[in-house]
């Protein structure tokens, strides 16, 4: 097995992955296995495995935070971010520890965060995974996830947040119900719980999470429970436990103009 350490280059423009591909070149300790937007950022880890990742922050259709958090933290490689954000913005990935390079690349920066990286994945191939700030960063970010993406064979689905009626746990998966259709997404409800807006995505139940603004009825059940049916025409049971919370919640919501 080769010693070099794998990258992958993520990033919707072309001209800005050749020059990341050219100046990794002049480096004989890394291999290049693979560059593709961020639409493809997800397929392409699982097929290439790379250890090294310089990703693009910003990217059209799925930017560099949505992919991270399809791939999942804990299974993705180290993570150089390349990013065009201003100064001021960079000052949360600094405030992490996230390293990042701020296009256009300069060849002394990219050297320095180039040997970062490797000394960070050499520390994970010995078993002592680097401490870095992305986990930090991403359960920051994730409180305005506005979009979640879904493998689906051999596409990517991303889906609006807002059009999310409700979720059940399916094994150590999720479905997620949106719009009149289901789609299995690899996370598990505990994941899925930290990520949406507590304001309006609530945990009724441990198998289920719903859309507070798609709840329509609240029907008594037996024992304390109640049932939500929601504009969907969805049926979902509200445990006891957690329902004076999700009713206090509920209550706090702007009413729904006519």
């Known amino acids: 097995m080769s010693d070099r350490v794998r990258v992958l280059i993520v990033d919707d423009e072309p001209l800005a992955r050749q020059a990341i591909r050219l100046m990794l070149a002049e480096d004989a300790e890394v291999e290049v296995v693979g560059e593709c937007s961020g639409v493809d950022g ?3 880890i699982e097929h290439t495995q790379p250890e090294l990742l310089f990703l693009d922050v910003q990217m059209p259709e799925v930017d560099g935070f949505d992919l991270l958090e399809t791939v999942g933290i804990d299974r993705a490689p180290t993570v150089v971010f390349v990013t065009a954000y201003s100064e001021h913005a960079l000052r949360a990935f600094e405030v992490h520890a996230v390293d990042y390079l701020l296009k256009p690349v300069s060849d002394e920066r990219f050297t320095d965060a180039l040997a970062r990286a490797k000394e960070q994945v050499r520390s994970r191939r010995r078993g002592q995974p680097a401490e870095t700030g992305v986990g930090a960063l991403l359960r920051e970010r994730s409180r305005r996830t506005s979009r979640i993406l879904v493998r689906d064979r051999d596409r ?26 289901s789609h299995l997404l690899r996370e598990t409800m505990n994941q899925l719980e930290e990520r949406l807006d507590p304001a309006r995505f609530y945990r009724v139940h441990r198998s289920a999470i719903v859309h507070i603004e798609r709840v329509r009825e609240i029907r008594p059940l037996v024992r304390g429970d109640r049932l939500l ?4 025409g969805a049926r979902v049971r509200l445990s006891r436990s957690r329902r004076e919370a999700f009713e206090r919640l509920l209550g706090a919501l702007p009413r729904r103009s006519s």
């Open 42 to 44: 997800a397929e392409t």
């Open 156 to 181: 990517t689905r991303i889906i609006d947040v807002d059009t999310i009626d409700w979720i059940e746990a399916a094994d150590y998966y999720a479905m997620i119900h949106a719009e009149g259709q």
């Open 229 to 232: 049916v929601l504009a969907d």
